[in-house]
Every structure is written in C-alpha cells, then in structure tokens.
C-alpha cells in the first residue's frame, strides 16, 4: 500500500469514494449525517487536491481506495470546544474526512492513514492531534479509542448546511521522541 498526496487526476476515484458512501448511508448501512449534494462532494476533494493537503491510499493493485485530508486548520466549532491542551495549531495536526471505500473496509487502510498522519505530526514538530466525527458514527469512534484517541467534548453545530449534528472532539496528545 502507498500513502501519497492527491492529484489532480485522482478526482475521480475520490469522488467515486464519496459516492459509495453516499449510496450506502441511503441505503440504511451507515448511520450518517452526508448529503451528496453537500458533503463530502467532489467539488470538495478538488478544492483539497489544490491546497496540497488531501493524501490517498493506493491498494496493492494501485487502486485509490482511501483518503483523507491532513492540515493545521480547525474548523470553526474547534473554538469552542473543551480540548485537552491549549489551542496552538502551528503545533496541532488535524485530520478530515478520513474515509474508505465501503468495499475495501476492515483492511486496515484507516489505521494506515491514521498511523501516516501520526507520523507526519512527529515529523512535524506537532504536540498534539485533532480529529472530529459525528456522535452517531460509532465505528469510527471506536477505531480512534482503539488507537488511543480521547474524546475531548461534544458538540451541535451545522455544517455545510446540514443541521443537527453533534460533533465529537477528538484529541490525542503526542508523546516527544528523542
């Protein structure tokens, strides 16, 4: 498996991702709050992809099968949250739509990237990371407590204009190597 940053020619793939996520939360198999016409879209990896912080996990066949975005921008409601540590994002490193093609899951693929973003945070000089999901999305949940993750607090918000989302805050305090 290969992590490396997006480009423009992996659009499609990502979009494709998103879309098979989409089909599976209207067909009942995942408890989410993602419109497709809001979030996550394509228009939403490209803007990403030009940024230079969306990255994609290549399969062994080469095949993209996951991705996510890593950066040092919090969203709005990370303001008002009650985290664990100051909020000084030179130092913290945040992930976003971290996700997996519903074929390609229970794989490891989540873990790989979590353990990338881990890595790129050390290797960054960074002090903590940060990382949110919805209240509803369980298995999620489950993945960063079993990766050491601390759910920081909980809130409602809208985002991308869709309402009544509770947001989970989620932190995980980096230890300094030497």
Known sequence: MIIRK??????????DIYNFIHDAIERGQYNMKWYRDRYPTREW????????????????????????IINHNPLP??????WYQPDNYEKILIIHTLVVRPDKMHRGYATALINYYEKMAID??????????????????????KLGY????????????INDIDLVLIEKILTPTK
């Open 6 to 15: 997006g480009k423009k020619s992996d659009v499609y793939a990502i979009s």
């Open 45 to 68: 990896a490209e803007e990403h992809i030009s940024a230079g912080d969306l990255y994609v996990l290549q399969d062994a066949d080469n095949e993209v099968v996951a991705s996510a």
């Open 77 to 82: 409601e990370y303001f008002a949250g009650r």
């Open 124 to 145: 960054m000089g960074c002090e903590r990371l940060r990382l949110d999901t919805q209240a509803i999305d369980i298995p999620a949940r489950q993945l960063y407590r």
């Open 150 to 161: 601390i759910e920081a607090d909980y809130l409602p918000c809208q985002f991308k204009g």
